[in-house]
């Protein structure tokens, strides 16, 4: 074992609840633990990658970890922190998103080696199609009374009198499906821990009750805290919605701007959670930035060390190039470097126009194309004067001569022209 688990996380400010004697149990031997993911969508986003480290932390301390994706518990719900049930998803969709889940996990956990502690994926709808309601409700159902589900925050809250939506009856019994999941686990894969979000505390508990009256067996409980903003909102969201591991649904452009625009007191906490950044490290970092906070050499840092870690080097340097674009630092060069998801991504809300494809094949003189085909300069004369005070660039390169032909040699990608009036002002043509 390379290193204490429970003490990584202890000083990472990860560590939320223990259930008594986990840390001894981890001490004494290679342990299984397992944690569960949902499988809403076909792909995580960083809000799931808390949870998904703390399993490669784990794997890292020479313990075996099992990541559950929940193919039975997708289609019912979990209440915990939910004010509304969930939409129930078909088995098709199902599938869709337990295949990109299990290929975006094998970027972080070991699966394929030869070792004791490798990663193993199960669903848990494989041992759960197999069960009748009335077996479930024999077999799990009488070891855990109403009274002790009714007494779990997540149940509580939705039994409010001020809480209209309620409860059904598929959502109340949630947590004995996944406590179930953990006795299965426990009995089949000898797994002895389960952990995730503080949120899960219930159903988890739950979990170790039932393999305590059912078969007298050892489990263990571990959870860390949910992320949160230092202002109390919710971590991970933008204004355009989640911040997504898939690369098709948030560039890794975007991806990048996400953690490098996180506030000092964020990046000093996210930096322990989502990096492999040693204390040493970390702190040296925190205490340079805190003497030249206007660098933003924390943040600059702990977007380099996530995106590497969940897109690649390759990925990290291309949004970093593109970055410096709007800042005036790009060069043609890099422009055309950029695939088109990044470009798109750098040049969002810029005012695009489209102009025919056909023109330029044959040519357009350049105070044309952005007077007339193009309304990016309200008249020819101000365009004129813009050239000659040397405020134009097509493609970030300077344009000095009024008589230009722009050409669909000038496309970016056989379809984009980017045009900058002044230091900030950028405009998309459009190529159709």
């Known amino acids: 074992m390379t290193m204490n688990f429970v003490e990584e996380l202890r000083w990472r400010g990860m560590l939320h609840d223990m259930m008594p004697g986990t840390e001894e149990q981890l001490q004494k031997e290679m342990t299984t633990a397992y944690v569960g993911f949902d499988p809403t969508a076909e792909s995580l986003h960083i809000g799931s990658l808390a949870p998904i480290l703390l399993l490669k932390r784990f794997q890292m301390a020479g313990h075996k970890p099992l990541a559950l994706v929940g193919g039975a518990t997708g289609m019912i719900g979990d209440p915990s922190g939910k004010s509304q049930e969930r939409n129930l998803l078909n088995e098709e969709t199902l599938q869709r998103n337990?295949?990109?889940?299990?290929?975006?996990?094998?970027?972080?956990?070991?699966?394929?080696?030869?070792?004791?502690?490798?990663?193993?994926?199960?669903?848990?709808?494989?041992?759960?199609?197999?069960?009748?309601?009335?077996?479930?409700?024999?077999?799990?159902?009488?070891?855990?009374?109403?009274?002790?589900?009714?007494?779990?925050?997540?149940?509580?809250?939705?039994?409010?009198?001020?809480?209209?939506?309620?409860?059904?009856?598929?959502?109340?019994?949630?947590?004995?499906?996944?406590?179930?999941?953990?006795?299965?686990?426990?009995?089949?894969?000898?797994?002895?821990?389960?952990?995730?979000?503080?949120?899960?505390?219930?159903?988890?508990?739950?979990?170790?009750e039932l393999i305590r009256r059912k078969s007298d067996g050892e489990a263990f409980a571990l959870t860390i805290p949910l992320i949160k903003k230092a202002d109390g909102t919710k971590f991970g969201k933008t204004e355009s919605g989640n911040v997504w591991l898939d690369p098709k649904l948030t560039s890794p452009y975007k991806f990048y701007q996400?953690?490098?625009?996180?506030?000092?007191?964020?990046?000093?906490?996210?930096?322990?959670?989502?990096?492999?950044?040693?204390?040493?490290?970390?702190?040296?970092?925190?205490?340079?930035?805190?003497?030249?906070?206007?660098?933003?050499?924390?943040?600059k840092k702990l977007a380099e060390e996530v995106t590497v870690m969940v897109h690649s080097r390759e990925d990290y340097e291309m949004a970093v190039e593109a970055s410096q674009i709007l800042f005036g630092r790009g060069t043609a060069e890099v422009l055309r470097k950029?695939?088109?998801?990044?470009?798109?991504?750098?040049?969002?809300?810029?005012?695009?126009?489209?102009?025919?494809?056909?023109?330029?094949?044959?040519?357009?003189?350049?105070?044309?194309?952005?007077?007339?085909?193009?309304?990016?300069?309200?008249?020819?004369?101000?365009?004129?004067?813009?050239?000659?005070?040397?405020?134009?660039?097509?493609?970030?390169?300077?344009?000095?001569?009024?008589?230009?032909?722009?050409?669909?040699?000038?496309?970016?990608?056989?379809?984009?022209?980017?045009?900058?009036?002044?230091?900030?002002?950028?405009?998309?043509?459009i190529a159709e």
């Not at 809480?163 to 426990?186: H, P």
């Not at 959670?273 to 906070?293: G, K, M, V, W, Y």
């Not at 004067?385 to 056989?414: A, H, P």
């Open 258 to 299: 996400f953690w490098l625009n996180t506030t000092d007191e964020d990046a000093e906490n996210y930096i322990r959670i989502f990096t492999f950044l040693s204390q040493e490290e970390i702190n040296a970092l925190i205490d340079a930035h805190r003497e030249a906070p206007h660098q933003r050499e924390l943040q």
């Open 338 to 429: 950029l695939d088109e998801s990044t470009f798109l991504s750098v040049f969002e809300g810029v005012p695009q126009f489209t102009v025919a494809k056909a023109d330029l094949a044959a040519g357009v003189n350049v105070v044309d194309l952005l007077a007339d085909h193009a309304a990016v300069f309200p008249s020819k004369g101000e365009l004129r004067r813009t050239i000659k005070g040397n405020g134009l660039s097509i493609n970030k390169d300077k344009i000095t001569d009024q008589e230009l032909t722009v050409n669909d040699d000038f496309l970016i990608g056989g379809k984009y022209i980017l045009v900058q009036k002044g230091k900030k002002n950028y405009f998309l043509l």
């Open 98 to 208: 337990l295949d990109g889940i299990r290929k975006q996990l094998a970027k972080f956990l070991d699966f394929e080696s030869e070792a004791e502690n490798k990663a193993v994926m199960v669903n848990n709808y494989d041992w759960m199609k197999q069960l009748s309601f009335l077996d479930f409700i024999r077999d799990v159902g009488k070891h855990i009374t109403v009274n002790y589900m009714m007494a779990k925050d997540s149940v509580k809250k939705r039994f409010d009198p001020d809480s209209k939506a309620g409860m059904s009856f598929t959502e109340f019994t949630y947590q004995l499906v996944q406590g179930y999941d953990f006795y299965w686990l426990n009995q089949n894969m000898n797994c002895k821990l389960q952990m995730g979000g503080s949120d899960q505390w219930g159903n988890i508990t739950t979990g170790t």
